[in-house]
Every structure is written in structure tokens, then in C-alpha cells.
């Protein structure tokens, strides 16, 4: 009698488990989709060579009972270029979004947002992420202009001319790559400087890679002297890490 209530308690246990598995797939199933979706959500394209194109085609659905047109299409960076096979899309049909991204003066992980929207107001975004890695067949006798070439200079060059603020300079030249509240991302934390000159010096000559050039007008970057002194003392004046 014992082994038969012990059988039964298994069995009850596993129709328990199985039904609580069911539950899940039944909501999912059951959620409508988005009026407007872009697919895949999250694209991943692996490892790229710097400076050959990082290209990925999404599809761009509309899920809705009318006709649809696609009215604004956004990138998050000017080096980030994504063109619809076409901007009308029937009802319950797709079209494809190319999405290239110049990879010059890039390095390690990248993250591109995509974003669109349609003539009825819905919206979407979908994320493309690569790793640039070292390409060894690019010459190494290149000028250093790197991130101020073609379609980068649309980020890092022409929105710093005339900017005088330095904390608006540093927003709109620096925190992409230095951080925020300049603690560090893709290049290092900018915080914790004690010799402005050094900092000057930095900022007006660079690394001598393509990803860091000289922001001087004399390297052929954005920035004037003056431009460079005031950011610089204003990144030394700020304390060594960021209050939270």
C-alpha cells in the first residue's frame, strides 16, 4: 500500500511540473505582437577587421492591418548608416533595413541602437553589437586622423568647432568614448589627473593611434588652443571619482 501512495505521489508530482512548464509557453503564445517590429531584436555579427564594414540586414515588420510607411529612421552615431529596401511596408508583410557601420579608429565591443518609426505613430529599435578586432593588412604609415575621417567626423569633430563650455565640449567630443562622468569605457578614465599639462599635451597630440589623434587644429583636429586649455583644466579640477 505504501509502494502504490509513494507511485501515485510521483506521478502527481510530475503532471504538477509539466503543467506549471505549459503555463509559460501558453502566455507567450497567447502575447500579441508589436504593430511595428524589427528583427532580430539583438543582433550579434561576431568579430570584424578594422576598417571593413560591419553590415547586417534586419527585417522591419508591420504587424498591422493597414499599410504603413517609415517616416524617421535613426541611428546612434553618424558612422552608423541604415537604408530600407523600402519605406512602405503592406499590412502583415516586412521589408529589410540594411544597417552599415564604418569601423575606421574602432576597437573591442560595439554597440549600435537602431530606431524607426512609422506614419501611424508606432515605434521599434533593435540592437547591432561586433567586436572590432586588429586588422594587420591596414598600413601602418596611414595619418593618425582615425575618428575625424569620413563619416566619424560627423560625431567627433564637427559638433566640437566653436563649442566653448568645457563640460559641453567634454559631453559632446569625450564621454562616448572616455565615459559619462569620465570615469572610463571604451578608453581610459579621465579623472585623477594632477599635471594639466600632461592632460594638455594628451588632448592636443593624442596617442599616436587612430582612435585617440591630437584634437588640435594643428594635428588636424576640431579643437583650438584655448578650447584645450579650458577642457583640460576642467577635467583636472574634477575629484577623483564620480559621487554617486
Avoid at 568645457?166 to 578608453?187: I, R, T, W
Wanted: one cysteine or more.
Amino acid at each position: 500500500m505504501a509502494k502504490i501512495l509513494a507511485a501515485l505521489c510521483v506521478v502527481a508530482c510530475v503532471l504538477l511540473a509539466c503543467a506549471e512548464q505549459k503555463v509559460p509557453t501558453q502566455v507567450q503564445a497567447n502575447k500579441p505582437l508589436p504593430l511595428l517590429h524589427i528583427q532580430p531584436e539583438v543582433y550579434q555579427l561576431g568579430d570584424i577587421k578594422e576598417g571593413e564594414p560591419a553590415i547586417a540586414t534586419f527585417l522591419i515588420r508591420n504587424n498591422h492591418s493597414k499599410p504603413i510607411e517609415l517616416v524617421d529612421i535613426q541611428t546612434s552615431c553618424g558612422c552608423t548608416a541604415a537604408k530600407p529596401e523600402s519605406f512602405v511596408i503592406m499590412p502583415h508583410d516586412f521589408t529589410q533595413l540594411q544597417v552599415t557601420v564604418d569601423t575606421i579608429a574602432k576597437q573591442s565591443n560595439i554597440r549600435k541602437t537602431i530606431s524607426v518609426k512609422d506614419s501611424l505613430g508606432n515605434e521599434a529599435s533593435a540592437l547591432l553589437i561586433f567586436n572590432v578586432v586588429e586588422n594587420p593588412h591596414l598600413s601602418l604609415n596611414r595619418k593618425i586622423k582615425g575618428i575625424f575621417d569620413g563619416k566619424c567626423a560627423s560625431c567627433h569633430f564637427k559638433p566640437l568647432v566653436g563649442v566653448k563650455e568645457p563640460s559641453k565640449l567634454y559631453e559632446v567630443g569625450c564621454a562616448m568614448c572616455h565615459g559619462v562622468d569620465a570615469e572610463g569605457g571604451y578608453a581610459p578614465k579621465l579623472r585623477g589627473y594632477a599635471s594639466l599639462s600632461a592632460l594638455r599635451t594628451i588632448i592636443s597630440n593624442g596617442v599616436g593611434k587612430p582612435q585617440m589623434p591630437g584634437f588640435s587644429q594643428k594635428n588636424g583636429g576640431p579643437l583650438t588652443p584655448e578650447q584645450i586649455t579650458e577642457l583640460s583644466k576642467w577635467l583636472v579640477s574634477l575629484p577623483e571619482s564620480a559621487q554617486k
